[in-house]
Each structure stands twice: as C-alpha cells, then as structure tokens.
C-alpha cells in the first residue's frame, strides 16, 4: 500500500538526549514537511524540504534539525537544544511541492514526551 | 492577526442537524484551499479541496469567498461519526512570487454530533 510511515509511534526522551523521528513514504512524492501540534492548537511548520539534498526551516526550526539524503526519507532529530519537546509530530508529503497547489498527506504521527 | 482563523468550538449538534463553519484567511495571493478532519489524537486526513465555484462531495458542501477572504464547510444530516475538528487549510503564497509549498492550518473547529 502506498503512503507515509513515521515510527516509532510513542517515543520518550531523556533530560539531554537526541532522539531521531523516521518518517519514510513511497508514494513518489517530492516534498516533504514536519509540523508539531500541542494540545488544542493548530499545526506548526518545523522544516520542509522540495527536493532532495535540499530543506528549508519553518516557523520553529530551533532545536531541531532534518536530513533528505534520499526522495523516500525525511527524518526529524530532536535535539537537547529544544527544551519543549514534548508533542505530536507530524510528516507530510505532497507531489511537486512548491510548483503544485495539491494537498498535503499525513503519516500517523509520533508522540514525543519527556522522561 | 492568524494567518487562518476558525472558532474553535465546540459545536455540539444533534444527529441529523446542519452545521456550517467559517474560516478566514489573510492572505490575498492564496490559491489553494482545504479542509481536514482530525480525529482525537490521530493525523489530519483530507476531507475537500475548495474550488472557487464551490463544491459537494455527498452530505459536505465547500464554498470559497475571495473577495471576503473566507471559506466555509456545510455539512447536512449530521452523522455521529462525523464528531471531529475540522482543520480549515491554505496555501501560503507570496503576491509576485506565487506558491511557497507551504500550507497554513487554522486551530481547526470541534464538532461533536449528539444522539
């Protein structure tokens, strides 16, 4: 079945530690993106990325870095330097990104919480 | 000002109700718009895109007003499964330069359908 697969599911993170969020899809799709929901509110932009070897920081880039080594493969490493990190993380993908108006498609998520 | 602005809710209705949410949005190079469905503690899914003479996919009904900058979503014969937030969608343009690839999501508005 074609789409987006984000693992693990549930992650939990130590005082100081950097944990990687995997988010692969095979549907072909040139770009991809990661949001952070918290509790009642809207999704926000963390980095995105139109093509491969290329990405781009979103609204709340800091503490967080990505990679985009392969079309498939886009994943999120929180980094020690975010001191909040606890939330929903969500990967998206969306044929010809930029150049297209379509919309988005989502992966199941990961919840992030803190130890 | 958001860049997409929904009443949070809730709506609570009883099954087989009419409902209709707003949204509004700030930017006038806006070309692409949507609205998702998000269940409790799971990933937005597409519901419709928004096209500028308005359309229906079964009991849904999508209405785009470019000179007010709003967006509505009418949903007829309310089913208790359609309980959800519902996430308003657009795309982030820039006027001269066109599409950014990026989507901007409203808070998203909570419906729940009462027996």
């Known amino acids: 079945d074609g789409g987006i697969t984000q693992s693990p599911k549930y992650l939990f993170r130590k005082e100081g530690q950097n944990v990687t969020l995997s988010c692969e899809q095979n549907?072909?799709?040139?770009?991809m993106y990661w949001y952070r929901q918290d509790p009642g509110q809207g999704l926000r932009l963390i980095y995105y990325?139109?093509?491969?070897?290329?990405?781009q920081k979103g609204d709340i880039a800091e503490g967080y870095s990505v990679s985009r080594e392969k079309k498939e493969s886009f994943p999120l490493t929180v980094t020690s330097a975010q001191k909040n990190p606890t939330a929903f993380y969500l990967c998206?993908?969306?044929?010809?990104?930029?150049?297209?108006?379509?919309?988005?498609?989502f992966g199941d998520g990961t919840r992030l919480s803190i130890l | 000002r958001k860049e997409v602005e929904q009443d949070p809710g809730p709506f609570n209705v009883p099954e087989g109700a009419t409902v209709a949410f707003n949204c509004t949005y700030s930017n006038s190079a806006s070309q692409s718009f949507f609205w998702y469905r998000q269940d409790c503690r799971k990933e937005p899914k597409l519901l419709m895109s928004v096209y500028s003479s308005g359309n229906e996919d079964g009991r849904f009904t999508a209405q785009l007003n470019r000179a007010s900058q709003y967006i509505s979503l009418l949903i007829r014969d309310s089913k208790l499964s359609d309980s959800a937030t519902y996430l308003c969608?657009?795309?982030?343009?820039?006027?001269?330069?066109?599409?950014?690839?990026?989507?901007?999501f409203g808070q998203g508005t909570t419906l729940q359908v009462k027996p």
């Open positions: 990325s139109q093509i491969v070897n290329d990405f």
């Open positions: 549907l072909n799709h040139d770009a």
């Open positions: 969608v657009v795309n982030k343009a820039i006027l001269g330069s066109g599409n950014t690839g990026k989507l901007i």
């Open positions: 998206a993908s969306t044929d010809r990104g930029g150049r297209s108006n379509q919309p988005q498609h």
